[in-house]
T-cell receptor
Framework: NAGVMQNPRHLVRRRGQEARLRCSPM?????VYWYRQLPEEGLKFMVY????????ESGMPKERFSAEFPKEGPSILRIQQVVRGDSAAYFC????????????FGPGTRLTVT | SQKIEQNSEALNIQEGKTATLTCNYT??????LQWYRQDPGRGPVFLLL?????KEKRKERLKVTFDTTLKQSLFHITASQPADSATYLC?????????FGSGTRLQVQP
């Protein structure tokens, strides 16, 4: 049973470009969470999705950031017009239930904005 | 607002000793609390979940306590090994997702 998969593992973007981060949850999991981790800081919740629905996006900046989890395919976190402050590790987690029980994390995507 | 505090200073102990990590929280009444381990460059890995009506939970060399009066959880690793060196994160259930502490780095010296 494959774990949570994220790609790319490392992403370098210039200021103003778009970043697309992908997450495939564990098989059988329909709940996906995105977190951001800045250096030497804790994980910060961004958005919680189920298939074709955004359940809670209270942790996601209102501008430039968007997320989706289509019926088919991976969940996508999209950052438009990236700025240096977007440089961070972005983690995706999945769970089989609609409460935040134990979550299974992917290896993360490290975004560097130059 | 909700606040979770973990000791930001690294904890250094000798192999074989018991490591004890602390998680304190305020303005919060979680139904359960979780502990995760994170190694450098990797995603967190779930270790233990303890519910508010449970005082203590054990798993192999790990033990977690949950005191809802003190608003504190203690995480113990007995007979620690160098392979236990990592950052340990406390997480509380929030409105829809987990709220994480900033973690405590544990270094077990051989």
């Amino acid at each position: 049973n494959a774990g949570v998969m994220q790609n790319p593992r490392h992403l370098v973007r210039r200021r103003g470009q778009e970043a697309r981060l992908r997450c495939s949850p564990m098989k059988g999991h329909s709940h996906v969470y995105w977190y951001r981790q800045l250096p030497e800081e804790g994980l910060k919740f961004m958005v919680y999705l189920q298939k074709e629905n955004i359940i809670d996006e209270s942790g996601m900046p209102k501008e430039r950031f968007s997320a989706e989890f289509p019926k088919e395919g991976p969940s996508i976190l999209r950052i438009q017009q990236v700025v240096r402050g977007d440089s961070a590790a972005y983690f995706c987690a999945s769970s089989p239930r609609d409460e935040p029980y134990e979550q299974y994390f992917g290896p993360g995507t490290r975004l560097t904005v130059t | 607002s909700q606040k979770i505090e973990q000791n930001s200073e690294a904890l250094n102990i000798q192999e074989g000793k018991t490591a004890t990590l602390t998680c304190n929280y305020t303005n919060y009444s979680p139904a359960y609390l979780q502990w995760y381990r994170q190694d450098p460059g990797r995603g967190p890995v779930f270790l233990l979940l303890i519910r508010e009506n449970e005082k203590e939970k054990r798993k192999e060399r790990l033990k977690v306590t949950f005191d809802t009066t003190l608003k504190q959880s203690l995480f113990h690793i007995t007979a620690s090994q160098p392979a236990d060196s990592a950052t340990y994160l406390c997480a509380l259930e929030g409105r829809r997702a987990l709220t994480f502490g900033s973690g405590t780095r544990l270094q077990v010296q051989p």
